[in-house]
């Protein structure tokens, strides 16, 4: 098994920005020549998380909704009254999410559903630049 390591980065607007990553990881994957194995992605940080979704819209606008509803910014959070910077949202947001996705790679190609793709998910309340760690395991 051979293990190959590399990132990509994404600038964001913060405030539950949606990003389709699918093609820059694909990009990632392609010339490594792994037949079977995994791919693992990870971004660092604590305001950011990964997720896959129908990367259209109406179902990016609809889980924004979501989440505000699960985890309104506009509530007092512990985290804000410590540090004052107003993000204790963004923190309880990327924890529930998680930083983190597993992918099997099957025949040299990413298993995923027709419409689903990958996205990162930053919840901070401003715009970031984040690295996405990427990780491929297999022969």
Do not use: C
Request: aromatic fraction near 6%; proline fraction near 5%; hydrophobic fraction near 40%.
């Amino acid at each position: 098994m051979k293990v190959y390591t590399s990132t990509i980065q994404v600038r964001t607007r913060g405030e539950t920005d949606i990003i389709d990553i699918t093609q820059r990881v694909k990009e990632k994957v392609t010339p490594i020549h792994v037949t079977n194995g995994s791919l693992l992605l990870f971004i660092p940080g604590s305001t950011a998380a990964l997720t896959t979704i129908e990367a259209e819209s109406g179902v990016m606008n609809d889980l924004r909704k979501a989440i505000e509803r699960i985890v309104p910014r506009n509530i007092p959070y512990e985290h804000d009254k410590r540090w004052e910077d107003g993000n204790g949202y963004a923190h309880v947001r990327a924890a529930l999410i998680g930083p983190s996705l597993n992918i099997p790679i099957l025949d040299k190609q990413m298993i995923l559903g027709t419409w689903q793709q990958i996205v990162l998910l930053d919840f901070d309340n401003r715009p970031r630049s984040r690295e996405i760690v990427i990780q491929i395991m297999g022969e």
